[in-house]
């Protein structure tokens, strides 16, 4: 057919070749007959590239695979389940179930650059907690499998220290999820990672590599405990660690790279207003200090008393600000030879607090706090071991800037703490922040309370814990989120991870010879017999783009049910059934929506009916796609 038909990209963008086509195009002399000249790039950087056999950084076996893992596209889609979802027409809120490394590939394409901040909280890889091992060279069929949605159903297994290759097994799984995490934030985005000591050392050199050293921001020390374990071998640890890194960190002012935001100021007790003091509350401050100024000047009191700075010490202000203080009545002048004292007027101090690298339980919960929170909510069940406390996170978010309307991520949800987190927040202070949250539907043990109250996976406690954690704000805040402008959305749209719908898409080099027969006789058909056209549409949106909380909407056009996005911008037709009519496709062609996506199977093989859609397509000047 013509160039003016497009076919729907059977996968998630290439990012080897993406990565070689950006330094073409910043370097082209660098790139000759589709190869790199190492040689030229050194000579156009001017730079020293370390020769020999030591270097150095954090190598691993594996990490090659582990790189290249990263960068190769899935053909993976995300099937909508309304049935799960909360609000799922107008909410910004999206939660993921499927293994997170799927999941950030299929984000690439709208999320680039688009999500404010991301909190993740892996496993610390302790011997006893389970870390997804992945097959690269089947991801998404080897998880279906492992998840026991395909018959032959795996196990998920721990990554004990006996079975040797143990921080390799757990940096093989980071590298590619960091990398693909990285590529999402926005320009001024920013990372909290949580650690303790067991992979603590590995992950700060990992992130020094994916994100480049000059992006570390800070490594938080979180006091998670406050009671000492006497049966402790060595210490009783009371504290994880938090390693926050920026995608770029800003380096001067209006740059565009991340800058910390102040924390607001919560604690005014120091300020009070005893002399109603027409400027609002202020707290008395010294007029001297040790720091050398030249200023020197004597103050004389009302009553006569001359002062004179203390020996060894020295006046903070200038005359001018003093005298300037004396005239507005901003000097308190205290008794006899005392030293006067200035206000400082809560109105007149900075609008928040720089953040410190010590949070403490006070200042950001701890262990025992997300533990009563989670079970508060499920009726004072512990129905998951070691959730973070919605406050640390939610000092994340103030640290972060995270600003209206502006995206959290969490790709590794467990109870879901973090989409509380974000609502919680929202409903404090006005906010309109929006969370996606991704969990593996890793089944619960066995013996556990939370498998004895039938939650099978985590992925549903997560979904359970978010809708729960919803309904209780919007009861307990009823009278605070009456005032809102906007309702507070509590929702969520939930998605799962699943292979693509469409069966020609399928097809990759490792497939047998006879797999390929097989394959060809059912290429006839484009999409999967059962696929629902939602969960078509879906995929297409994604390859083609769009966001997760796109507004979708069924519409009638001369008789054919098709689906508008984003009010009309796009618009599909994708029943594999009914072969639409040249009067049909003509009217939704008339509609002049910026893109039109039909199912190659709703052809059902007249090419002369596509041939005259195209035409008509022109002529209207809209973009066709077929799927
Ligand atoms: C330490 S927990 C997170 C706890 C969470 N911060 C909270 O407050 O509840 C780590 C979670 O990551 C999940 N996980 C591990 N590997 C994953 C993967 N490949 N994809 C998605 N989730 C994964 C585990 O099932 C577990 O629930």
């Not at 009671?227 to 800003?250: E, G, L, P, W």
């Not at 390929?516 to 083609?544: I, M, N, Q």
């Not at 039109?596 to 397509?617: H, I, M, P, W």
Request: glycine share 6%.
């Amino acid at each position: 057919m013509t160039d003016e038909l497009n076919e729907v990209p059977r996968t998630t963008p290439d990012f080897t070749t993406e990565a070689a086509s950006q330094l073409a195009e910043l370097f082209p002399e660098v790139v000759a007959d589709g190869k790199i000249n190492l040689d030229t790039l050194k000579t156009i950087l001017d730079i020293d590239v370390e020769e020999g056999r030591e270097r150095f950084g954090l190598t691993w076996p594996g990490k090659r695979e582990a790189i290249r893992a990263a960068q190769t596209p899935t053909t993976a889609t995300l099937m909508p389940d309304k049935e799960e979802s909360v609000d799922w027409d107008t909410t910004q809120n999206v939660f993921i179930e499927g293994d997170n490394l799927e999941v950030l590939k299929i984000l690439q394409k709208h999320y680039y650059g688009q999500i404010k901040m991301i909190y993740i909280d892996p496993p610390y890889n302790t011997g006893n907690d389970f870390v997804y091992q992945d097959d690269y060279a089947d991801p998404i069929g080897s998880y279906l499998e492992r998840t026991g949605q395909v018959d032959e159903a795996g196990k998920l297994s721990t990554n004990s220290e006996s079975a040797g290759r143990f921080h390799s097994n757990w940096l093989n799984m980071m590298y590619p999820r960091l990398k693909l995490a990285r590529n999402l934030l926005t320009d001024d985005g920013v990372m909290f990672i949580s650690i303790d000591d067991s992979e603590q050392a590995q992950l700060r050199r990992l992130v020094d590599e994916v994100f480049g050293e000059a992006n570390f921001v800070s490594q938080i020390v979180w006091e998670k405990v406050h009671t000492r374990k006497n049966s402790a071998r060595q210490f009783s640890v009371s504290h994880d660690y938090i390693i926050c890194v920026a995608r770029r960190k800003m380096r001067s002012i209006g740059d565009g790279g991340f800058q910390r935001a102040l924390l607001p100021r919560e604690n005014s007790d120091a300020y009070s207003n005893p002399d109603s003091d027409p400027k609002g509350p202020w707290k008395p401050d010294p007029i001297y200090a040790n720091n050398p100024y030249d200023a020197d000047y004597v103050i004389t009191k009302p009553d006569g008393t001359e002062i004179t700075r203390p020996a060894g010490q020295y006046w903070r202000y200038s005359k001018k600000t003093i005298d300037e203080a004396i005239e507005s009545g901003a000097l308190i002048w205290g008794s006899g030879a005392s030293m006067p004292m200035i206000k400082r007027y809560l109105s007149e101090v900075q609008d928040g607090l720089v953040p410190v690298t010590l949070f403490t339980r006070e200042f950001a919960g701890d262990n025992s706090q997300a533990k009563s929170e989670v079970k508060e909510l499920f009726d004072g069940d512990p129905i998951f071991s070691y959730p973070k406390p919605t406050r640390l996170i939610q000092r994340f978010i103030q640290i972060a800037g995270v600003g209206h309307h502006e995206i959290v991520l969490d790709f590794f949800a467990g109870s879901g703490t973090t989409a509380h987190a974000v609502t919680a927040l929202n409903a404090d202070d006005d906010g309109a922040r929006r969370c996606i949250s991704v969990q593996l539907p890793e089944p619960t043990d066995p013996e556990s309370d939370a498998h004895k109250l039938g939650y099978e996976t985590i992925s549903e406690i997560t979904r359970e814990r978010i809708r729960r954690a919803g309904k209780k704000i919007l009861e307990e805040e009823a009278s605070k989120l009456d005032g809102r402008a906007d309702s507070l959305d509590v929702g969520f749209r939930a998605y799962k991870l699943v292979d693509t719908n469409f069966t020609k898409w399928k097809a990759n080099s490792d497939l047998s010879e006879d797999e390929l027969v097989g394959l060809f006789s059912d290429l006839a058909d484009s999409a999967d017999d059962h696929a629902r056209p939602e969960a078509l549409l879906t995929e297409v949106l994604l390859k083609l783009g769009f966001s997760l909380t796109e507004k979708i909407e069924t519409v009638e056009v001369a008789g054919l049910s098709v689906f508008s996005v984003a009010d009309g911008l796009v618009m599909a037709y994708l029943d594999e059934h009914t072969q639409p009519t040249l009067d049909q496709l003509r009217a939704l062609v008339a509609r002049e929506p910026e893109r039109l996506v039909v199912l190659e199977d709703a052809f059902q093989g007249n090419d002369e009916l596509k041939t005259n859609l195209v035409q008509e397509c022109r002529t209207r000047n809209v973009d066709l796609w077929t799927a």
